[in-house]
């Protein structure tokens, strides 16, 4: 299943491990869910093994995302998904508590963007 080119396998690696951070996984955790070995999750998550698709959905099963999110993060659609998580983190907060996740979120994206041009 899985990307053949190296950098398109440590891409989806990275969202895997992004995907299994934000839901409080470990490794071993995500191994167990998706039984696949702790060795395999690890690789997969550096982008060292091609995955078979079987495996791919065992992940994204056990993370509970759809394969759009791991696989294709920029397509509408799965923008579309991340608008509407951000928009209900931000449900039941007061104007001044939205104010400051806002400066957090701009600066977070400032640092990133600082980083990938390096």
């Known amino acids: 299943m899985a990307a053949r080119d190296p950098a398109e396998s440590q891409?989806?690696?990275?969202?895997?491990?992004?995907a299994r951070v934000k839901c409080g996984?470990?490794?071993?955790?995500?191994a167990v869910k998706a039984n696949i070995s702790l060795p395999h999750i690890s690789d997969i998550e550096l982008g060292k093994t091609n995955m078979m698709l079987s495996s791919?959905?065992?992940?994204?099963?056990?993370?509970q995302v759809s394969a759009d999110s791991?696989?294709?993060?920029?397509?509408?659609?799965?923008?579309?998904?991340?608008q509407n998580e951000f928009a209900e983190a931000l449900e039941g907060c007061?104007?001044?508590?939205?104010?400051?996740?806002?400066?957090?979120?701009?600066?977070?994206?400032?640092t990133m963007q600082k980083k990938e041009e390096y």
Do not use: H
């Open 11 to 18: 891409m989806i690696g990275s969202r895997i491990r992004e």
């Open 25 to 30: 996984m470990s490794q071993s955790d995500l």
């Open 56 to 63: 791919f959905i065992r992940i994204a099963e056990a993370l």
């Open 70 to 82: 791991l696989l294709r993060p920029n397509i509408p659609e799965v923008m579309g998904i991340y």
């Open 94 to 110: 007061t104007s001044a508590q939205i104010d400051s996740i806002l400066r957090v979120v701009r600066e977070m994206k400032l």
